[in-house]
């Protein structure tokens, strides 16, 4: 597969990287008419048995397509912190966002690793955890309408080309990429853990306008290598993506 990104070339680079802070960083993004797929992962440090589909995780940031025909998203969920290990990336909205797919019919249960590939569930992760075979699988209709996603100086602005009622929510999220934590107690006690493609930042914006701003949460500065971004509309009806931009902030020629 063909490395698209990633800190691997020089030490010297991939430590500069780590240095960066959200307020410094800028993006510039516009979507394609084919929507790439939305890969939400449903994760938690406290579950022994997540590990596995994390590591699978970040192996997709040196696969091709990243961005444009595939977004990772891994959303850290609270209902395991009470198992002895309190998951700092966790949140309740995150577990809320799974159990409403579950409300909605789209996926039949609640649990962890639990993969969502652009509102439909992918149980067969477990026995096929192949790229190729979902993206094969899950197909997004064509949309012309232009999603736009901008990031400077700590703040997000994102415009949409489309009929407005025709889209349900307006989402923005921030993902953390080389994050690593050493689990002291619960049911991964003594691991070291890595994530990329971490929830940090998750925004439901009011889809009655075309345009919207907002402050991101810089709170994990400290904690992460890099930084990505997603904004996506989604289908009126159901909770399945209509358009989507998603990449990398890089560090601003100004800094």
């Given at each position: 597969m063909k490395?698209?990104?990633?800190?691997?070339?020089?030490?010297v680079s991939c430590f500069a990287f780590a240095e960066q802070k959200l307020s410094t960083l800028t993006a510039d993004l516009t979507s394609q008419d084919k929507p790439p797929v939305l890969l939400e992962l449903y994760t938690s440090e406290g579950c022994s048995s997540c590990p596995r589909a994390d590591r699978w995780l970040r192996k997709l940031d040196q696969a091709e397509g990243l961005w444009t025909e595939y977004v990772p998203m891994a959303f850290h969920v609270d209902y395991w912190n009470y198992l002895g290990w309190k998951d700092r990336f966790s949140s309740q909205r995150?577990?809320?966002?799974?159990?409403?797919?579950?409300?909605?019919?789209?996926?039949?249960?609640?649990?962890?690793?639990?993969?969502?590939?652009?509102?439909?569930?992918?149980?067969?992760?477990?026995?096929?955890?192949s790229l190729e075979y979902v993206l094969d699988k899950v197909q997004t209709p064509e949309n012309k309408a232009?999603?736009?996603l901008n990031v400077e100086n700590g703040r997000y602005q994102i415009s949409y080309s489309g009929e407005l009622s025709d889209i349900g929510d307006v989402n923005f999220a921030l993902l953390g990429m080389g994050i690593k934590t050493s689990v002291k107690r619960g049911e991964n006690h003594g691991r070291?853990?890595?994530?990329?493609?971490?929830?940090?930042?998750?925004?439901?914006?009011?889809?009655?306008?075309?345009n919207w701003t907002g402050q991101i949460d810089s709170q994990y500065d400290h904690e992460v290598e890099g930084y990505a971004v997603?904004?996506?509309?989604?289908?009126?009806?159901?909770n399945t993506p209509k358009q989507v931009v998603a990449g990398y902030l890089s560090r601003s020629e100004e800094s």
């Open positions: 490395i698209v990104t990633g800190c691997a070339l020089t030490l995150y577990s809320d966002r799974q159990r409403k797919y579950q409300n909605d019919g789209q996926i039949n249960s609640v649990y962890t690793p639990g993969f969502i590939v652009s509102g439909q569930e992918w149980r067969s992760w477990f026995s096929n955890p232009v999603l736009q070291n853990l890595e994530h990329d493609f971490v929830v940090l930042d998750w925004q439901k914006l009011d889809k009655n306008r075309d997603v904004a996506w509309v989604e289908n009126a009806a159901i």
